[in-house]
């Protein structure tokens, strides 16, 4: 069993495709059809089960983060990839060579409110965090210990 601290991230997602309420009723779900090679890396190399996450809502009228989550399992292969059917399909990723993976993420808690991203981008703290930099577009990113506590400390 590794000692190693749990990291901390921040995982978006469009409340139309999949909102922290499907989360919640779902308890837990693959995080599929990131096709971003850096923020898969991060699910790749960085993710491990127990990883503390920020549930962000993006492409919404009020973005901004709505709950909380954990990292349930380690990477695996991202199945949609190899699906014709999918939204998400792949033709240069194979089986014995997949391109992308996913991580399965629970349910922790919902926010009793959305800290938004106009909210961040005004407390110094938070000046070098990722989210708030012009310009990043990533659906996974890391957050900071520091950065966490200040954003736990908003609701």
């Known amino acids: ?4 601290k749990p990291k901390h991230w921040l995982m978006k997602s469009e409340p139309e495709t999949f909102s922290i309420d499907d989360l919640q009723r779902k308890g ?16 790749r ?4 089960p ?10 919404c009228a009020v973005p901004g983060i709505v709950g909380l989550a ?6 695996y292969p991202d199945p949609s990839q190899f699906n014709p059917k999918s939204d998400y399909f792949d033709p240069t990723s194979k089986p014995e060579e997949p391109r992308w993976m996913l991580v399965e993420v629970k349910f922790v808690k919902k926010l009793s409110r959305t800290i938004s991203l106009d909210e ?3 407390m110094d703290a938070l000046a070098d965090m990722a989210l ?7 659906s996974v990113m890391p957050v900071s210990a520091s950065e966490w506590r200040t954003i736990v400390a908003l609701e």
């Not at 190399?45 to 491990?48: C, E, F, Q, S, T």
């Not at 954990?70 to 990477?75: G, H, P, R």
């Not at 708030?132 to 990533?138: A, E, F, H, P, Y």
């Open 70 to 75: 954990e990292v349930a399992t380690d990477a």
């Open 50 to 59: 127990g990883d503390k996450v920020f549930f962000y809502h993006s492409n």
């Open 1 to 4: 069993m590794s000692t190693a």
């Open 28 to 43: 837990q779900e693959p995080w599929d059809g990131v096709r971003n090679y850096q923020a898969r890396n991060f699910m």
């Open 132 to 138: 708030v930099r012009k310009g990043n577009r990533l």
């Open 45 to 48: 190399d960085g993710m491990r």
């Open 120 to 122: 961040l981008k005004t």
